[in-house]
């Protein structure tokens, strides 16, 4: 593994893994970039965005010691690690990897039906504990928020969507460290295929998306337990039939933040608003969920139509992560397609919004009370089998006409990047740069320079 330092006054060259990293630019539009806890964030986000068979590697890539800061005579030190190699103790495929909030624990889940959690120890990163989660491949596996306690969330082929909490009386390597504490499936014999968790204010909401495009919003009922989880809404991404054995594409991801852009919200959208988006084949679908008052004053969460639908992918769209900077004018919405592309959406909130958000209660009654007559002019298409949980689909049908709570949004494609084989994408927690990953097993970083445009400026990965 070559790696080297090169100090040369204002110009800083990082060599990684055979790749060149020249930060002279980036240092000088923006000097505190690339602090310690921003490279960290880099390596959270490429391995997030990685998901490679048979190994994990890790990309703790970059530290900055910065010993002699008090003395004014900056980073001094700098410890490159590139990349880790983990002994998965499987032959089949790893479908899904995720770092904890820290980047000291990872939970990966595989074809074989295991669920791995590996901790960080001293550099060097250790398997904790391996158990069969799932009667089938594990699809995919997220940890919950980190002051939330030690929480998965794991959905499978089996229909199933677990949550596991971890009781640290029990042995590592025992396969009991993680109990699964709720369980439910799917409800109308269609698989999983994405989950997010979401901790806003150390609230906890969890959200769901079926290979048919059923969107689901779902909350603990004591907030500080896992163990019974109500619905809180649901609706459909996608009116098209999506009949068996037809690849489709449906994942999610919330913007991971405790409210909405700045700019939303001096718009006038609610600053309790969840931020969700959805793939829905060739398009995403961004849904700002807001809470309504029914009958009785009760405050819930209900979906409406979507503020923005984001197009323009000739091939099913693979990924999708939204920026978690808040205080830019606009939201960033970063896309994977099977085209071979990535685009960057800009999703802007006009200051001449008109909104109900002032008094959203008396729409709600009303919707409530029309909910029977309302529904069925939706468009909404509600799979056969689901029975008496749809209603909730429905409902949120009937307010979606009203935009209630809403406000005016734009979207426009800023960027499109060619990345042939791209699967995945992530930002780092900053929200500045973005990790794409794809056929190739390489993390390619991005990130947009002076006039707008965006511009590779780092690739890294295995041999």
Not at 49 to 68: E, G, K, W, Y
Not at 204 to 224: C, F, K, Q
Not at 255 to 262: C, E, G
Not at 391 to 417: D, P
Request: proline share 3%; net charge negative.
């Amino acid at each position: 593994m070559a790696s080297s330092t090169d100090f040369d006054g204002d110009n800083l060259i990082f060599e990684i893994e055979d790749c060149h990293i020249d930060l002279d630019r980036t240092l000088a539009t923006n000097p505190h970039s690339f602090a310690e806890e921003s490279i960290y964030d880099i390596s959270i986000a490429a391995a997030n965005a990685t998901n490679l068979p048979q190994t994990i590697r890790s990309t703790c890539i970059i530290r900055f010691l910065n010993t002699a800061q008090s003395a004014g005579r900056g980073v001094r030190e700098m410890v490159t690690q590139g990349f880790q190699s983990l002994a998965h103790s499987s032959n089949d495929l790893v479908l899904a990897a995720h770092f904890n909030e820290y980047g000291t624990r990872l939970v990966t889940g595989s074809a074989d039906h295991r669920i791995r959690v590996f901790d960080l120890n001293q550099e060097h990163w250790q398997l904790t504990d391996l158990w069969r989660g799932h009667n089938g491949e594990v699809l995919d596996v997220k940890w919950n928020g980190p002051k939330m306690g030690q929480v998965l969330g794991s959905i499978g082929e089996d229909l199933k969507l677990k949550i596991w909490q971890e009781d640290p009386t029990e042995a590592h390597h025992s396969g009991r460290r993680f109990k699964c504490v709720f369980s439910q499936s799917s409800g109308h014999s269609v698989v999983y295929t994405s989950l997010d968790f979401v901790n806003p204010n150390k609230d906890t909401y969890l959200a769901i998306v079926t290979r048919d495009g059923l969107l689901s919003l779902l909350e603990p009922v004591n907030p500080e337990k896992f163990d019974d989880w109500r619905e809180v809404d649901q609706i459909l991404v996608c009116d098209e039939h999506i009949a068996r054995g037809v690849e489709s594409s449906f994942k999610l991801c919330f913007q991971q933040t405790n409210h909405p852009n700045s700019m939303a919200i001096a718009a006038g959208l609610d600053k309790s608003a969840l931020s969700i988006a959805v793939t829905a084949l060739t398009e995403v679908r961004v849904y700002r969920v807001v809470k309504m008052t029914g009958p009785g004053g009760q405050e819930l969460y209900k979906f409406q139509d979507p503020a923005a639908v984001l197009g323009g992918a000739e091939g099913l769209v693979r990924g999708v992560a939204w920026s978690a900077e808040v205080w830019r004018p606009q939201d960033w919405i970063a896309t994977a397609a099977a085209d071979g592309y990535i685009r960057i959406y800009e999703i802007s909130t006009p200051k001449d919004n008109a909104s109900q958000a002032s008094n959203p209660s008396l729409p709600l009654r009303k919707a409530l009370s029309n909910a029977g007559e309302g529904a069925s002019k939706t468009g909404v298409r509600a799979p056969s089998g689901i029975g008496a949980g749809l209603a909730g689909a429905s409902l949120a049908a009937s307010f979606s006409s009203l935009g209630v709570g809403q406000v005016r949004h734009e979207a426009k494609c800023v960027e499109q990047i060619k990345h042939e084989g791209v699967w995945e994408v992530q930002w780092i927690r900053n929200g500045h740069i973005l990790v794409s990953s794809g056929d190739s097993g390489q993390a390619r970083m991005w990130r947009q320079v002076h006039n707008g445009k965006w511009h590779e400026f780092a690739d890294f990965g295995p041999e």
